[in-house]
């Protein structure tokens, strides 16, 4: 009986253990809506901790490489990575930091700065759970960041898929 109760004790310690986890692997894409082009980017790594039974102790922190910004198109990566608009040489990396996150049934909302091109902005990323991986769409105008693609604000919109395989 002893040993029936010390491998119950056990499963219920690990299964409440199990609720903490960590971005194993993402895949994020984006849609640049203008211009109807859309892309990849990549080198990401995660300094994320998600407790599902208590969010908040819970943290999405992470970054994507610029180098990596990837739209099928050579010229039009080089030309993105330059100067004019990301500023690789400068700004190397695109990051994320979580300030708050909440949840409404199967809906996870995770509010934080993102830091771009130098300039930090509020950024609110809405996730889903299916199983082990999260995905998040958020929106942004690049525009706000310093980098004008287009002249008007609104042409400068971008919406932002993220693919996490939680571990």
């Not at 499963?11 to 809506?33: H, R």
């Not at 180098?67 to 990301?86: I, Q």
């Amino acid at each position: 009986m002893k040993n029936i109760l010390l491998i119950a004790w056990l499963a219920t310690t690990l299964s409440l253990t199990a609720q903490n986890k960590a971005i194993k692997s993402a895949e994020v894409t984006f849609e640049f809506v203008a211009k109807g082009v859309d892309g990849t980017i990549a080198g990401f790594t995660s300094a994320s901790t998600i407790d599902f039974d208590n969010l908040q102790n819970s943290v999405f922190k992470g970054a994507v490489a610029v180098e990596t910004l990837d739209t099928d198109n050579g010229l039009r990566n080089w030309s993105l990575k330059g100067r004019k608009y990301f500023n690789e040489d400068s700004y190397p990396k695109i990051s994320f930091e979580s300030t708050t996150i909440t949840q409404k049934d199967d809906t996870y909302k995770v509010q934080g700065t993102l830091t771009l091109k130098g300039t930090k902005k509020p950024l609110t990323i809405t996730f889903t759970k299916n199983g082990n991986t999260l995905v998040g769409k958020a929106s942004l105008y690049t525009s706000d960041f310093g980098i004008n693609i287009k002249k008007k604000r609104e042409d400068n919109l971008v919406k932002i898929t993220f693919r996490f395989v939680l571990s």
